[in-house]
């Protein structure tokens, strides 16, 4: 596990203001060294512990907290842009006020977040439901919390035959869509990822989760995810991801860095040697992508930058 916690607590140190206390110590551990797994959970720890930084009384406490919200921004929001949209949503104009004040706007737009991102939340299950009209056989790469709401929406309306489930063995997401969507009553398919071809072949849409969004719509996913996808289109199945607008950055799938890679020594048995290192996340090239469904509706990638410009444009993205 990286220990890039340790990084803030030296930036403290040489400002000369005081060590971090191990509560925000622990919320760094979750956060920008993923103790806590999810993108959209760590938002929901970083925001709280910017505003709680900010309310210590001492006269250095809306600093820290501002210094706190740009390190967690630097490091986890790279790779995770609602994490660094969302703190400079919530860090907007702090940094003009006075430590009350600040702390005060730092605290109100923790509590908001929540209630905002269920409220985006609805509208893109709402939303999603209606533009996916007609699927019958949703093939699902992954575990999404939001696309297994969406699978569970569509269920319930408009009514499904078959849910598709390869196993993304390299995280097992396939098996925590099958805990979370056994309750149904709608046959499943549960196939081996070397079957995703066939898989895909069973499915009328491909729908993906996002850990990210690139400003021109490439899906960063789980490894496996560009392969449903390219099977998919070759097949004249349309792929949809699915991400609230938080979650596009502002760089485009060739501007990223290659994804880290990661061991999977679980395939070894014992007294095996071989080199496992393979990226865990990839991100599926725009051209692979039909739309992504969002809370203002689906949106081609071609258009996916101007309605988040439109939407900075109106606040709603961030101030």
């Avoid at 001492?58 to 919200?69: G, S, Y």
């Avoid at 949209?85 to 702090?94: E, F, G, K, M, P």
């Amino acid at each position: 596990m990286p220990e890039k916690r340790f990084d803030f607590a030296a930036e403290m140190t040489e400002r000369g203001w005081p060590a971090p206390d191990e509560a925000t110590m622990q919320g760094l551990l979750d956060i920008v060294d993923e103790g806590t797994l999810g993108a959209s959970n760590h938002v929901t720890l970083a925001l709280p512990l910017v505003a709680r930084l900010a309310a210590a009384d001492r006269p250095t406490a809306r600093d820290e907290a501002l210094a706190l919200a740009e390190f967690i921004a630097r490091t986890r929001g790279q790779g995770a842009p609602i994490v660094a949209n969302a703190l400079r949503w919530q860090t907007a104009r702090a940094a003009e006020l006075d430590p009350r004040d600040a702390a005060r706007l730092l605290s109100d737009r923790a509590a908001e977040w929540e209630g905002a991102a269920a409220a985006r939340r609805r509208a893109l299950i709402e939303t999603g439901v209606t533009a996916l009209a007609g699927t019958r056989a949703p093939l699902i790469f992954d575990y999404s919390s939001t696309v297994a709401d969406l699978v569970r929406a569509l269920a319930n309306g408009p009514g499904l035959d078959r849910i598709i489930i390869p196993e993304s063995r390299a995280i097992d997401g396939g098996r925590r869509y099958m805990t979370a969507l056994s309750d149904l009553g709608v046959e499943i398919a549960f196939l081996p990822d070397a079957a995703l071809d066939y898989a895909v072949s069973l499915s009328d849409a491909v729908l993906l989760g996002a850990e990210s969004v690139t400003r021109d719509g490439g899906i960063s996913n789980t490894v496996g995810s560009t392969p449903a996808a390219r099977a998919a289109m070759a097949n004249g199945i349309p792929v949809h991801g699915a991400a609230d607008l938080f979650k596009v950055g502002d760089r485009t799938r060739d501007e990223l860095p290659a994804p880290p890679l990661r061991s999977y020594d679980f395939l070894l048995k014992p007294g095996e040697t071989a080199t496992t290192a393979a990226p865990e996340l990839e991100i599926v090239p725009p051209t692979l992508v039909t739309s992504i469904l969002t809370e203002i509706g689906p949106v081609r990638p071609a258009d996916l930058w101007d309605a988040v410009d439109r939407h900075r444009g109106n606040g709603e993205i961030q101030p």
